[in-house]
């Protein structure tokens, strides 16, 4: 059963249900509903940008990264600082460090439902685009119309590949 959230989700989207690919997909015949959901990640990331710095492509990668396999480093080390205090390094302070380590794990918690979230729509908008895509395919059969659309397609083996960054 879905919670209250969810549910509001569910309705805000105007989601239906339909199989797709031996699966149950969602799709939304509503683009108001997809507008409000829109407004609604927006406003969540409004309330949290004055919290979350913003870094550069540089500074992202000149920064140390605390990840699943260093979590545990980071969790040991600050242990033994609270039980070795002449040990605590001079540029922060254990309160601090504490908080740091908490929000670690915290964001880390959100990131991976985040990602799960993300997979799902990606996923749904795969498989409309497919249709869709289908769709179209299916009236550039008749060839005037063909003759319009495949302007779209011109050139296409020719396009210089964008190197992978």
């Known amino acids: 059963m879905p919670t209250a959230y969810c549910q509001s989700l569910i309705t805000t989207f ?17 683009a108001g509903g997809f507008r409000a959901g829109k407004n609604h990640f927006a ?8 919290y979350c ?38 540029h922060i302070g254990l309160e601090d460090w504490k908080i740091d380590m908490a929000d670690v794990a915290n964001i880390q918690q959100l990131t991976t439902v985040l990602g799960d979230l993300h997979q ?3 996923d749904t908008r795969l498989v ?11 009236v ?6 063909y003759d319009e659309l495949k302007v779209h397609f011109q050139n296409r083996a020719n396009k210089p590949k ?3 960054q």
């Open 14 to 30: 105007n989601f239906t249900n339909f199989t797709n690919y031996g699966k149950q997909t969602c799709t939304s015949h509503s």
């Open 43 to 50: 406003e969540s990331v409004n309330l949290l940008k004055p």
């Open 53 to 90: 710095p913003t870094l550069s492509a540089e500074q992202r990668q000149s920064l140390p990264k605390m990840s699943n396999g260093t979590l545990a480093f980071g969790q040991q080390s600050l242990g033994h600082a609270v039980n070795h205090p002449e040990f605590l390094p001079v």
């Open 120 to 122: 799902l729509l990606d």
């Open 140 to 145: 550039a059969g008749a060839q005037p119309i």
């Open 162 to 164: 964008v190197a992978a």
């Open 128 to 138: 409309a685009g497919n249709e869709a895509y289908f769709a179209a395919d299916a």
